[in-house]
Structure formats: structure tokens, C-alpha cells
């Protein structure tokens, strides 16, 4: 029995079997270590990334949602006014409902794109030239792009079905009732023709009534409700409900008026400069 048991211990047997039910204790020890290294997110390769070091999450990605575009702005203007209410717009929608707008010059804007935009607003005046109304000469081609594309068939009418817009005016009734805003109004039509949906109905902005200022911000305001109908109450309404109180409320009405204000202030000095 001696010599068998030497045999056993010296070449496999029940020694063996202990070291491999180790090996086995210590792989599975092992085991959920490495797994959880090889599910850890990589790096992100634009030098952020999803931890701050100490096991809690950036929230950057959520941030930058919050800031993400909702739309365009895109104006048409002769005489520097359609681009002034464009960018006060932009800064209005911006500071008192936290909806960020680019702005843009149609002239630089490529109309094949637009059933790629999600919210459309248009500001265009109407020029009065040697032959009749005609859209500014920076919106021409926009402006004969819908018109056209409106009437052929193979681009169809639901051409824009996913976009949703809106259209104000910026136009001077002493020029004629079938003058008046007649770009606005031909755009208004071919964009509904492509299967555009209507925010709210266009605005007429007229210059010699000396309202259009107060036309444009009645038209703006309630733009912004069917923009985020979250804010319907107004973003005023809202903060003083939440116990801002007057003070709040005032402070930030000023803020945004400061921001449309400078906004129309800087699209001066560019419509100036060119």
C-alpha cells in the first residue's frame, strides 16, 4: 500500500485533482474581473468621456440635446428690415423659451434641402420693382424654386410633408391690395402646395400703418406656443408659478429684451456693412 500510495502522489491522482479544482476556483475568480473590463465603454475619440473619474457620468451629451437646434430662420430682405426681425426672433425664441433657431440668408441656402429641415420660418419682404412685385433679389431663386416646384408633378405634394413652417410679411399696403406682401403670400401657397405644414397662419406685416414692429411680436408670440406647447402659459408664467415671483419674472423679460436688442442692434451693422 506504501509504494501505491507514492505512486498516486507522485504521478497524478488525487494530487491532481486538488490542483485542478484550484485552478478552477482561482479561473472563476478571475473571470468576473476580466468580463467587467471588456464591457467598460472605450474612450470616446473626441477626447470626452462618459465618466468624470470617479464611477458618476457626464452629463454633457444631455446639455448638448438641451442646446440642439430646433429649426431655421431664413429671411428675405430688401431693405435690411426682414433681417433685423430675423435675428430678433431668433434671440427672442432663444432667451424666453429656450429654443435655439440658426439664422439664415436665403440667398445662401440650398431650397433642394428644405424637406431635410424639421421647422421653417420665414421672414420676406415683398420689392417693388420696374415690373411689379417681386421677392428681394436675395430670395429669387428660393422664391422661383417653390413656385416651380409647387407646379411640377414629379416633385409632388408631399415634397415637405415632414416640415412644419410659418411666414410673416414684411410688406406696405399703399402699394396695393395685390401688392401687398405678395412674395409672403406666393411662398405661403407653394409651401403648402409641397405639403408643408402650417404653424399658425402667415402674418401681413404692414409698414404704413405703423404697427408692423407690434404686428411682428403678436405674430411671434404666438408662434412660440405652437413652437413648444409645453410654454402656452408664456416661460414668464411659468417661472412666476414656480415661485420666481415678480422680481424673477421682470428680471428675465429684461434679459430677453436685452438679448433681442442687441440681436437687431448686430443685424443693423451687417445689413450696413454689405
Keep these: 500500500m506504501g509504494l501505491i500510495n507514492f505512486i498516486k502522489s507522485r504521478f497524478g491522482g488525487g ?3 486538488a490542483d485542478a479544482a484550484a485552478t478552477t476556483a482561482t479561473a472563476t475568480a478571475i473571470a468576473p474581473a476580466t468580463v467587467t473590463k471588456a464591457a467598460a465603454p472605450a474612450p470616446r475619440m473626441d477626447g470626452n468621456s462618459n465618466s468624470n473619474g470617479n ?3 457626464y452629463h454633457g451629451d444631455e446639455e448638448a440635446a438641451d442646446e440642439s437646434e430646433a429649426g431655421k430662420i431664413f429671411f428675405g430682405s ?3 428690415t426682414a433681417r433685423r426681425l430675423a435675428h430678433k426672433l431668433a434671440a427672442s425664441l432663444k432667451t ?4 435655439a433657431f440658426e439664422v439664415h440668408d436665403l440667398k445662401d441656402y440650398e431650397p433642394e434641402n428644405l424637406n431635410k429641415e424639421s421647422v421653417a420660418l420665414f421672414i420676406l419682404s415683398t420689392y417693388e ?3 411689379g412685385w417681386t ?4 430670395a429669387a431663386w428660393f422664391c422661383q424654386w417653390s413656385r416651380e416646384s409647387a407646379q411640377d408633378e414629379r416633385v409632388g405634394m408631399l415634397h415637405l410633408r415632414d416640415v412644419k413652417y410659418a411666414v410673416f410679411g414684411c410688406g406696405n399696403r399703399e402699394y396695393g391690395a395685390d401688392r401687398f406682401n405678395a412674395a409672403a403670400r406666393a411662398l405661403d401657397a407653394d409651401l403648402a402646395r409641397l405639403g408643408g405644414m402650417r404653424l399658425l397662419r402667415r402674418a401681413d406685416g404692414d409698414e404704413s400703418s405703423g404697427r408692423m414692429e407690434e404686428q411682428f411680436h403678436e405674430w411671434a408670440d404666438k408662434l412660440a ?3 413648444k406647447p409645453a410654454t402656452a402659459g408664456g416661460a414668464d408664467e ?3 408659478v414656480k415661485g420666481g415671483g415678480n422680481k424673477a419674472v421682470g428680471k428675465k423679460v429684461a434679459i430677453a429684451a436685452t438679448a433681442e436688442a442687441e440681436a437687431e442692434a448686430e443685424a443693423v451693422k451687417e445689413y450696413d456693412s454689405e
Excluded at 96 to 99: A, C, F, Q, S, T
Design 55 to 57: 464611477g458618476g457620468a
Design 96 to 99: 424666453r423659451h429656450g429654443l
Design 238 to 240: 411659468k417661472l412666476a
Design 78 to 80: 430688401q431693405t435690411g
Design 225 to 227: 406656443k405652437y413652437l
Design 129 to 131: 420693382g420696374a415690373d
Design 15 to 17: 494530487g491532481n485533482d
Design 135 to 138: 421677392p428681394p433679389e436675395s
